[in-house]
């Protein structure tokens, strides 16, 4: 099994930053793609960025040239820096692995962490 847990969300004006963290732990033996989506009232859930074990990344539209993805394998970390943030940023940010257990993979969720940005 593995647990993430999420951190760094928080109410920020638009234009302001904020940086998201989510730590895998548990029985690892290697994490693949490491992703953040979110999801507004409303809305479905929409992939944010993505970030491969070799450190490719994609992102959606919306966030691209605001936000960078990043992962530190070392720590089985991945990081979401948000810059100029805009009011429509404004969801709960969901981190999403998909790893390798002992005998298996699977994809997990962490919690979520609000992210609410203000004019």
């Known amino acids: 099994q593995v647990q993430l847990v999420e951190s760094g969300g928080g109410l920020v004006q638009a234009g302001g930053s904020l940086r998201l963290s989510c730590a895998a732990s548990g029985s690892i033996f290697s994490i693949n793609a490491m992703d953040w989506y979110r999801q507004a009232p409303g809305n479905k859930r929409e992939l944010v960025a993505r970030?491969?074990?070799?450190?490719?990344?994609n992102y959606a539209d919306s966030v691209k040239g605001r936000f960078t993805i990043s992962r530190d394998n070392a720590k089985n970390t991945v990081y979401l820096q948000m810059n100029s943030l805009k009011i429509e940023d404004t969801a709960v940010y969901y981190c999403h692995v998909i790893a390798t257990s002992t005998g298996y993979t699977a994809t997990y969720w962490g919690q979520g962490t609000q992210v609410t940005v203000s004019s």
């Open positions: 970030i491969t074990n070799g450190g490719n990344t």
